[in-house]
């Protein structure tokens, strides 16, 4: 499975004072052609949706497990339920829940994920916003995932209104899921920017209360110094 290689989209917007997130600061570092993939490491040309649906193709291809995310999430709610992927990036999650009997919304701030994403599947709701700003969405839903390393490439300081915004789409005995690294080897920079500890500070006050902490997103269990967690939170 690619737990620590996983889309990490919607994650462009603004921090205070403007700063912009560490995804975009990432892509920054490797010039306008692109060329620098979001762990760092050497990317193809094109757009990023390009890139990103062209890797996990070739990881498919090479037999590895790209649909541990989804697997999980389906695991937690039952067929028919209502699954909102933050961050869908070119959609993977979203489109194989969706293939699994789920309704399906994948918010994104990267028009290029998007139109991958759109061209792939008409069977998922596809909307282009910010994930700190997701008022218009509509509605609660079931399950909200944060798939890959979408929280930790945020603007720094937007963390914790971010994650509020996500808390505010879990209708109660819903879930929030997030998968993130925690060290440099999981992630594309040279330190995590914050712990499990703040991140479940910022979950409290939001409302969601941790349910389970597990070390991959097939179910492994999680021990002291895991370079990588998913965390399931729920409103009760």
Same mark, same amino acid.
């Given at each position: 499975?690619?737990?620590?290689?996983?889309?990490?989209?919607?994650?462009?917007?603004?921090g205070?004072?403007?700063?912009?997130?560490?995804?975009?600061?990432?892509?920054?570092?490797?010039?306008?052609?692109?060329?620098?993939?979001?762990?760092?490491?050497?990317?193809?040309?094109?757009?990023?949706?390009e890139?990103?649906?062209?890797?996990f =193709?070739?990881?498919? @291809? $090479?037999?590895?497990? &790209?649909?541990?995310?989804? %697997?999980?999430? !389906?695991? /937690?709610?039952p067929? *028919?339920?209502r699954?909102?992927?933050?961050?869908?990036?070119?959609?993977?999650?979203?489109?194989?829940?969706?293939?699994?009997?789920y309704?399906?919304?994948?918010v994104?701030?990267?028009?290029?994920?998007? =139109?991958?994403?759109r @061209? $792939?599947?008409?069977? &998922?709701?596809w909307?282009? %916003?910010?994930l !700190?700003? /997701?008022?218009?969405? *509509?509605?609660?839903?079931?399950l909200?995932?944060?798939?890959?390393?979408?929280?930790?490439?945020?603007?720094?300081?937007?963390?914790?209104?971010?994650?509020?915004?996500l808390?505010?789409?879990?209708?109660?005995?819903?879930?929030?899921? $997030?998968?993130?690294?925690?060290?440099?080897?999981?992630?594309?920079l040279?330190?995590?920017?914050?712990?499990?500890?703040?991140?479940?500070?910022?979950?409290?006050?939001?409302?969601?209360?941790?349910?389970?902490?597990?070390?991959?997103?097939?179910?492994?269990?999680?021990?002291?110094?895991?370079?990588?967690?998913?965390s399931?939170?729920?409103?009760?």
């Open positions: 499975m690619v737990s620590d290689t996983a889309a990490v989209d919607g994650v462009g917007g603004l205070p004072g403007g700063r912009p997130s560490r995804w975009a600061s990432l892509h920054a570092t490797g010039g306008t052609s692109g060329t620098y993939d979001r762990r760092g490491a050497a990317a193809a040309p094109g757009s990023v949706g890139r990103y649906e062209r890797r =193709a070739e990881l498919a @291809a $090479a037999g590895m497990n &790209v649909h541990g995310e989804a %697997a999980l999430c !389906a695991a /937690l709610v067929p *028919g339920g699954i909102l992927d933050a961050g869908c990036g070119t959609g993977r999650v979203a489109i194989r829940l969706a293939e699994l009997g309704a399906c919304t994948g994104d701030v990267d028009p290029s994920m998007l =139109a991958r994403a @061209a $792939a599947s008409d069977a &998922v709701s909307v282009l %916003a910010d !700190a700003d /997701l008022a218009d969405l *509509g509605g609660q839903f079931d909200v995932v944060a798939a890959g390393n979408v929280i930790p490439l945020l603007a720094e300081g937007s963390e914790a209104r971010v994650v509020r915004a808390a505010e789409r879990v209708r109660p005995g819903g879930l929030l899921v $997030a998968g993130f690294g925690l060290d440099s080897a999981h992630l594309p040279p330190q995590a920017p914050f712990g499990l500890a703040e991140y479940d500070s910022w979950c409290a006050q939001a409302g969601l209360a941790l349910e389970r902490r597990l070390a991959t997103w097939e179910g492994a269990p999680s021990a002291p110094g895991d370079g990588y967690a998913v399931i939170h729920g409103r009760r």
